[in-house]
């Protein structure tokens, strides 16, 4: 028996090399920072002045969520640089269709040894997610846990709180028949479906470092491209009041997210002829031999966000949205009157979803 008195350091937990790496983030933190928010760290908390960010009589929104098993891609080819993105973007986007700002962000790194290279690259991309949404970077906790991960792997979850002055909360009350449904183009997968996604590339024996003719680059790479956060293009139109709602579109595609932000008596209807499937579905879709339906449910097909507007505002809409990055929007249905619920309709067939979304979604 050893009478070699133990350290935490024994037990496989660095206390130096966490205080170092939140030195090295600090500057990370402080480059976030925003109205309301020093972003500095260190404290037991994070301090938000509301009055100072320019509301008077604001709600609160908050969100959470992680990236999921894209950290598997990510530890697996060693880029770690777009996660943090998604981690931000799968919160802020949440907040955003409330018609919420995104004010602050806290996140949790948990490992079984810190690696305080990949670490830090992980919250750089946090940062820049955090630049990109407009909200500061405030606070976090980096939690080193021997036994509880394998070597290499850690995980991420993020926290994000918004506000929106009471009168201008964005709850879908307003969508009516008639209404336009317009697509906002997705960067790639995003940062849901990849338990099938990794299905099929250990099925078919795909190299994610393979240069695919189709993509342009390696699959790693695409699959990785980091999930589109749109609270930029979106809060001036829906603080003016030119959209109707908002739906993010992640886990459950089109199908199950437009249903819920819905009245009663209004339908979507979705034609996907109105845009061209992304090419990394289509090679996900031929290589899993997905049904379309099934691909509806899991994928966002190409389309990350959507929003319903008045028809008479629809073309002004898009054209600002387009203005603001360039980047596609399409009009891909309409609102019917109905059941509420979500017809998906193409080439390939019909696909409807209809029933009460509160009671089996994370809201």
């Known amino acids: 028996m050893s009478e070699k008195p133990l350290t935490y350091a024994d037990a496989g937990v660095s206390i130096d090399a966490g205080n170092a790496l939140v030195r090295a983030i600090g500057p990370l933190a402080r480059s976030t920072a925003r109205p309301g928010a020093d972003a500095e760290l260190g404290g037991f908390g994070g301090f ?42 799968m919160c802020a986007n949440d907040l955003v269709v409330q018609g919420a700002e995104p004010l602050f962000f806290l996140d949790y790194y948990a490992t079984g040894k810190l690696d305080s290279e990949v670490a830090r690259e992980v919250v750089a991309s946090i940062a820049e997610g955090c630049r990109r949404a407009g909200c500061a970077l405030i606070g976090g906790e980096t939690a080193e846990m021997p036994g509880m991960y394998a070597a290499g792997d850690y995980d991420l979850a993020g926290f994000c709180v918004g506000a929106v002055e009471r009168d201008k909360v964005l709850t879908g009350v307003e969508i009516k028949p008639g209404d336009l449904i317009l697509g906002l183009a997705s960067s790639g997968v995003h940062s849901n479906g990849f338990s099938l996604v990794r299905r099929i590339i250990e099925q078919e024996r795909w190299d994610l470092e393979q240069t695919f003719p189709s993509l342009g680059r390696s699959l790693g790479a695409a699959l990785l491209e980091p999930t589109v956060i749109y609270v930029r293009r979106l809060l001036p139109l829906v603080q003016r009041r030119r959209i109707n709602g908002l739906a993010h579109i992640t886990g459950g595609g089109l199908l199950e997210n437009i249903p819920r932000v819905l009245p009663i008596g209004c339908h979507a209807v979705v034609d996907t002829g109105q845009w061209e499937l992304p090419a990394i579905f289509a090679l996900l879709q031929q290589g899993g031999r997905i049904a379309p339906e099934e691909m509806a449910r899991t994928f966002n097909c190409g389309i990350g966000m959507v929003a319903i507007v008045s028809a008479d505002a629809a073309e002004a809409v898009a054209r600002e949205l387009e203005g603001a990055t360039e980047e596609e929007v399409f009009e891909i249905g309409r609102i019917e009157p109905g059941r509420r619920g979500c017809t998906v309709s193409g080439s390939a067939g019909t696909w409807n979803a209809a029933e009460d979304w509160s009671a089996t979604h994370h809201v």
Do not use: Q
């Open 48 to 89: 938000f002045d509301l009055k100072a960010a320019g509301y008077s009589d604001p709600l609160l929104v908050a969100a959470n969520d992680g990236v999921g098993t894209k950290l598997k891609l990510a530890i697996e080819t060693g880029r770690h640089d777009g996660v943090g993105i998604d981690l931000v973007a």
